[in-house]
Every structure is written in structure tokens, then in C-alpha cells.
């Protein structure tokens, strides 16, 4: 059995949207204002994010800020693991309408864009992975160490700032085609108001006071946006230059444990890249997947059905041997 057939399911939506002669990968530019907003909700978070230390010593750390920060990083980075990744991008599993519109909504709150923006650019990253074409690849720019290493910032963070927007006609018809979900991402910008508000208004309550309103805001919505974005783009760039590799795939894919629990198990992204349509991604022994245990609950409560669990057989195949 060769690489290629056994690296996607038939009916992945990514893989579908990679035939030769298609319509265009590129679409529209972004626009000025968009691409400042881009660089407002990537740079200011990294520079509180890096203010961090001088804030703990200056005002404190207090466990409500960790407690807000946990939820809001939380209910985010599953918005974007559940629900923009296994759900909409590669329809693992199916499910009920308002938990698409909730996982939308979860998902807008990490402010990585909005459902269809992000869904468009990641069809394309695995319809054309470590490939030409695939919008964050960190071996653009070859092996040699200086490429290396700008392949590296590109993949990780270089490749945001990057105007070109994908193709949403090519890649994601099939969301331009659901009136209510394209309704509810088009709304990205109150969810992302809404996930910057809302720490500070819990920080404030909780504590009685402004300086709670002021830390929550810090904690729970610039700090918690920063780490989520990294940890994000890890997968992105350390995932396909470090790590171990037990699945075929046809591209750089690897396993990087130490990202397993934070990136609530993307970071098993060989198996991912081998098996794109599978719900789990942690599949051997010891690899916690918790976005897959988020789906299981989904699936035992009955909001989710027909979930691409992996099996043996398929597993199997997959194997390096």
C-alpha cells in the first residue's frame, strides 16, 4: 500500500480540495484594516505576554487571574481543537446544530480568525503540506540552517502577516453553503469583544475592585490570547521539524509530547496527518488526547455523531514498519 493512499480518508474535506486544475489556491488580499488588526491582536498579546514578569512583581498574581485565565485559554483552544480542526475542517464527526454554532463561537474566542477564515487556510495547508502551496510549511525555505530557521519563524508566526488570503471557494464551499454558520462566524469581531470583555468583568466582580477588572483583563485576555497563539502556531512549526514520526504520512508530521497537554493532544500530529479525518489523534499508549475525550462526552450525551474513531485494522496500515 503506498504513502498516499493510506494519508487521507476519500471524503476529507482537505483532501478533496486538492485536485489539479481547480479553481485558484489565492483569493482577495486582505484589506489595510485588516491586516492592522492582524498585527494589533498578534503583537499586543506577545508584549503582554513578555510584561508578564515585571507585573508579577509590580502588582501580583492572584488565583482568581490564574482561575479566569485557565477558563477563557480553555474554552478557546477546544473551540479551535474540536471545533475548528476535527469538526469543520475535517468533519470527524458530526453534530447537533447548536453545538456548531457553539464551537464556532468558542472558537472565534481564541481570536485566530474567524471559523471560515481558519477552516480555508487549513484545508489548504493539507491539501498541499510541506508542499508548495501550503500557507505555513517551516521547509520553504530548505535544510541549510539559515533556511531552517527562517522556515521556522515563517511557519510559526511569519506566515499571519502574509496578506494573500486563501481561496474560500475552492476550500470551503461547503461552509459558504450553511447560511447559519456563515452568519455566526461573520460575527468574529463581537466573539472576539466578547472574550476580552468578559476577564476583566469576572476579575472585576470577583474581586470588588478595578485593579481585579485590570489584572483579569491582563491574565485572562491578553496573556491567555498569547499562549494560546503559540502554542497554536507550534503545531504549525515545531510539530513538522521535531519529534517522532511511528505513522506514514506524505509530509514532515511528527509527534511532540511535551505540547500534548496544552494543545489539548494536536500535538500528536503525525498520526493526524496520516489519518486527517480521525477524531483522536493520540493513539498509542500514554498519549492523552483530551479534545478526543471532549468528543466522546459529546458523542455519549448524543450532540455528536458518527465520530471517525480509529481502529485497529486502520491503525495498522498506517504503521511504520
Known amino acids: ?20 486544475g481547480a479553481k485558484p489556491i489565492l483569493g482577495d488580499r486582505r484589506s ?6 492582524v498585527w494589533a491582536f498578534v503583537v499586543i498579546p506577545m508584549i503582554a505576554l513578555l510584561a508578564t514578569v515585571p507585573v508579577v ?18 474554552v478557546g483552544i477546544l473551540g479551535v481543537t474540536v471545533g475548528y480542526h476535527r469538526h469543520f475542517t475535517h468533519r470527524s464527526f458530526k453534530a447537533q446544530r447548536w453545538l456548531s454554532v457553539a464551537l464556532t463561537i468558542t472558537g ?22 510541506d508542499k508548495e502551496g501550503d500557507p505555513h510549511s517551516p521547509w520553504r525555505y ?8 527562517r522556515g521556522f519563524f515563517w511557519a510559526h508566526i511569519g506566515w499571519v502577516f502574509d496578506r494573500k488570503k486563501t481561496n474560500w471557494d475552492r476550500f470551503i464551499p461547503d461552509l459558504l453553503a450553511d447560511r447559519v454558520l456563515r452568519r455566526v462566524s461573520a460575527l468574529f469581531g463581537l466573539w472576539v469583544t466578547v472574550s476580552l470583555v468578559l476577564p476583566a468583568l469576572l476579575g472585576g466582580l470577583l474581586t470588588w475592585s478595578w485593579a481585579g477588572a485590570v489584572t483579569g483583563f491582563f491574565w485572562g485576555g491578553l496573556v491567555r490570547m498569547a499562549v494560546c497563539h503559540h502554542v497554536t502556531w507550534s503545531i504549525n512549526s515545531i510539530c513538522h521539524m521535531i519529534g517522532a514520526r511511528p505513522f506514514r504520512s506524505r509530509d514532515r508530521s511528527r509527534n511532540f509530547w511535551p505540547l500534548a497537554i496544552l494543545s489539548m493532544g494536536e500535538s500528536w500530529h503525525n498520526l493526524h496527518h496520516a489519518d486527517p479525518t480521525c477524531a483522536r489523534h493520540g493513539v498509542l499508549k500514554g498519549q492523552i488526547d483530551i479534545s478526543a475525550r471532549l468528543i466522546w462526552f459529546f458523542e455519549k450525551f448524543g450532540w455528536a455523531h458518527d465520530v471517525r474513531w480509529p481502529t485497529t485494522r486502520r491503525l495498522a496500515s498506517l504503521r511504520r514498519s
Open 1 to 20: 500500500m503506498s504513502v498516499d493512499s493510506v494519508e487521507a480518508a476519500p471524503d476529507d474535506p482537505a483532501r478533496d480540495a486538492a485536485p489539479a
Open 32 to 37: 489595510g484594516w485588516q491586516q492592522g488588526l
Open 57 to 74: 512583581w509590580g502588582w501580583g498574581l492572584g488565583w482568581w487571574d490564574v482561575a479566569i485565565g485557565a477558563v477563557f485559554y480553555t
Open 108 to 129: 472565534s474566542m481564541a481570536i485566530q480568525g474567524s471559523m471560515m477564515a481558519w477552516v480555508a487556510d487549513h484545508r489548504r495547508h493539507h491539501a498541499f503540506s
Open 142 to 149: 530548505g535544510s541549510t540552517p539559515w533556511g531552517v530557521a
